[in-house]
């Protein structure tokens, strides 16, 4: 294990509000630190839906989630943040000035102030209780997010779930994968009107198969190679879909975890800030995002940006104390070097 990581900020979550929160504390000369459980930037957006549109980013008529969080890289890549990633913040302690975080992987962080842009906290996928699954989510075989449909071309691709996820994904693969089949424990699924609709008639017309009403009961394959999924009826009936991966799509167990044991005010599982600053009520202590909630507070991306710069501002004074923030627009600042 190396020594402990210094830095003006620890920002604990990677994801939209996270990452922009670098940009502005770059802009007023302070580091940060980035800590995340995923073991890639980005949050849901990269996790969950990175080729899904977003229609509400300013002067982005649509960008695609995980082109958003690639832009977000590139702005802050001047101030070259360090990233914790995989792993978790399981203690904070110390005072405003002077903070130490520790992670489930013995990670050290040091920082004068933080800032929690946890989202909707620390999230996993639910597991279908499988035997030997583990095997075959160590090759790729099993999968819960999917970073690019390029990856399964060519592939016999079953997804399990009855949500948006499923129904978006079994879409998108249609015409990349060898082949597709849903499986769903009852004829309804719980995905907006139009892409279920879209569904069934994706399988009317031959394009993918919905195995239907069907529930996972097995994994077959050697050495996390897969070959087939069995399903199973209530009334017990089975059969066997060819596969090379199993897409999981049961939803995501989301949590604060230890944020909620940090002391922090907290209102329906939502950590209660000072709209003005950011603040939560212990001090030195921000958080921004979806983790927050306050009155008027709208669960935007866009908001989460514009709570990035006020947190941003009034950390400032906590690294700086006593001194008087001369602030520069960007347009006559330019990017710090």
Same mark, same amino acid.
């Given at each position: 294990? +190396?020594?402990?990581?210094?830095?003006?900020?620890?920002?604990?979550?990677?994801?939209?509000?996270?990452?922009?929160?670098?940009?502005?504390?770059?802009?007023?000369?302070?580091?940060?630190?980035?800590?995340?459980?995923?073991?890639?930037?980005?949050? *849901?957006?990269?996790?969950?839906?990175?080729?899904?549109?977003?229609?509400?980013?300013?002067?982005?008529?649509?960008?695609?989630?995980?082109?958003?969080?690639?832009?977000?890289?590139? *702005?802050?890549?001047? %101030?070259?943040? *360090? #990233?914790?990633?995989?792993?978790?913040?399981?203690?904070?302690?110390?005072?405003?000035?002077? %903070?130490?975080?520790?992670?489930?992987?013995?990670?050290?962080?040091?920082?004068?102030?933080?800032?929690?842009?946890?989202?909707?906290?620390?999230?996993?996928?639910?597991?279908?209780?499988?035997?030997?699954?583990?095997? %075959?989510?160590?090759?790729?075989?099993?999968?819960?997010?999917?970073?690019?449909?390029?990856?399964?071309?060519?592939?016999?691709?079953?997804?399990?779930?009855?949500?948006?996820?499923?129904?978006?994904?079994?879409?998108?693969?249609?015409?990349?994968?060898?082949?597709?089949?849903?499986?769903?424990?009852?004829?309804?699924?719980?995905?907006?009107?139009?892409?279920?609709?879209?569904?069934?008639?994706?399988?009317?017309?031959?394009?993918?198969?919905?195995?239907?009403?069907?529930?996972?009961?097995?994994?077959?394959?050697?050495?996390?190679?897969?070959?087939?999924?069995?399903? +199973?009826?209530?009334?017990?009936?089975?059969?066997?879909?060819?596969?090379?991966?199993?897409?999981?799509?049961?939803?995501?167990?989301?949590?604060?975890?230890?944020?909620?044991?940090?002391?922090?005010?907290?209102?329906?599982?939502?950590?209660?800030?000072?709209?003005?600053?950011?603040?939560?009520?212990?001090?030195?202590?921000?958080?921004?995002?979806?983790?927050?909630?306050?009155?008027?507070?709208?669960?935007?991306?866009?908001?989460?940006?514009?709570?990035?710069?006020?947190?941003?501002?009034?950390?400032? #004074?906590?690294? #700086?104390?006593?001194?008087?923030? #001369?602030?520069?627009?960007? +347009? +006559?600042?330019?990017?710090?070097?």
């Amino acid at each position: 294990m +190396t020594g402990p990581i210094e830095t003006d900020v620890a920002i604990i979550g990677a994801g939209p509000a996270g990452l922009f929160a670098v940009f502005e504390l770059g802009m007023l000369k302070l580091s940060a630190v980035l800590i995340d459980a995923l073991t890639e930037p980005g949050g *849901q957006c990269a996790a969950l839906y990175p080729e899904k549109p977003i229609y509400d980013i300013p002067a982005h008529q649509a960008i695609d989630a995980g082109a958003l969080i690639d832009a977000l890289e590139r *702005q802050i890549a001047p %101030f070259a943040p *360090q #990233h914790v990633l995989g792993e978790r913040v399981t203690e904070l302690a110390g005072a405003r000035g002077s %903070f130490r975080l520790r992670t489930d992987k013995g990670s050290e962080v040091r920082a004068k102030a933080v800032i929690i842009a946890a989202g909707a906290g620390a999230f996993g996928p639910n597991r279908p209780p499988l035997p030997g699954l583990a095997a %075959f989510e160590a090759t790729g075989a099993v999968r819960y997010f999917v970073r690019g449909r390029e990856s399964l071309r060519g592939l016999r691709v079953v997804i399990a779930g009855g949500g948006d996820s499923a129904v978006d994904w079994a879409l998108a693969l249609k015409d990349i994968a060898a082949q597709v089949a849903v499986v769903h424990r009852r004829p309804r699924f719980r995905a907006a009107p139009e892409s279920a609709a879209a569904l069934e008639a994706a399988a009317k017309q031959g394009q993918l198969e919905l195995v239907i009403p069907y529930q996972l009961a097995a994994l077959h394959g050697t050495d996390g190679a897969l070959t087939a999924v069995e399903v +199973t009826t209530l009334a017990g009936d089975t059969r066997m879909v060819p596969a090379d991966v199993l897409l999981a799509f049961f939803g995501l167990a989301a949590e604060l975890g230890p944020i909620a044991e940090w002391g922090i005010a907290l209102d329906q599982h939502r950590v209660r800030i000072d709209p003005a600053t950011c603040a939560t009520s212990v001090p030195g202590v921000f958080a921004i995002g979806d983790v927050v909630t306050y009155p008027g507070k709208l669960k935007l991306i866009l908001q989460g940006f514009s709570e990035a710069a006020m947190a941003a501002h009034a950390i400032w #004074h906590v690294v #700086h104390p006593g001194q008087a923030l #001369h602030f520069e627009y960007s +347009t +006559t600042q330019g990017v710090p070097g």
